[in-house]
């Protein structure tokens, strides 16, 4: 039986459910929805399969996640939170955007993946959006492509590129989230050349109005 840290404590309590080793990446894989055991596998390199596994037990035995069946075609096996579980996801977000002070420079070896950015971007960004921001601007980035849309005051985050966006922002993964969180100006990115812009040029100042708000709301100077 796993160890809890006996003390009378909310954090402790919390801890004794997700706080070992990969269980809040495992979480994270799961907030971007259900996912298969290969598909977290492989989300995740560098964890042993027998890890995962007990990882995975460990959320089911506390009610974070369960598994479901997927109906034919499918076929397939996923795990998926829970209501209980999908409560991680505002801890999560604040987790990540007071672990961007730390990003720095990708160091090698190091992996990237879009998905990771969507729920980067999904956790700096304001919401509501600023008043006058609209448009739809995909973040380019180690080849992979994240696309942000803001409408009547709503912003979405996916992974993957749009039909016809109306701004392009092209950067290294170390940049797109100093960028969107405002910690890294657009305008100071662009006059660096660490980020290029191509497209509608009023959307590119939106959003570049956008981002400063996620700075003013994080508190960042």
């Known amino acids: 039986m796993r160890r809890g840290y006996q003390q009378y404590c ?5 801890l004794d459910h ?11 894989e799961l907030l971007l929805g259900p996912r298969r055991y290969s598909d977290i596998r492989q989300a995740l390199p560098g964890i042993a399969t027998n890890l995962l596994a007990d990882r995975l037990r460990g959320l089911e035995t506390g009610g974070l996640v369960r598994r479901r069946e997927l109906p034919p075609p499918a076929a397939a096996v996923v795990y998926e939170l829970t209501e209980h579980g999908q409560g991680l996801e505002e801890a999560v977000m604040a987790l990540i955007r007071w672990g961007g002070q730390f990003m720095g420079s990708r160091k090698p070896g190091e992996t990237f993946r879009a998905e990771w950015l969507v729920l980067a971007l ?4 304001p919401a509501p959006a600023p008043t006058g921001v609209t448009g739809t601007c995909e973040f380019r980035t180690d080849g992979m492509t994240v696309t942000v ?10 992974a993957g590129g749009a039909a016809r966006p109306d701004a392009v922002l092209t950067c290294a ?9 405002g910690r890294y100006p657009l305008e100071q990115a662009l006059r660096d050349q660490h980020v290029t812009a191509t497209g509608n040029s009023q959307t590119v100042i939106a959003f570049a109005h956008l981002f400063r708000a996620a700075r003013d709301a994080s508190g960042v100077a």
């Open 10 to 14: 909310a954090l402790a309590r919390a």
């Open 18 to 28: 997700v706080g070992d080793r990969w269980t809040l990446l495992v979480v994270r």
């Open 122 to 125: 999904r956790a700096v960004l």
């Open 149 to 158: 849309t803001v409408r009547s005051g709503r912003t979405e985050v996916v």
């Open 173 to 181: 993964p170390e940049h797109a989230l100093g960028v969107a969180s």
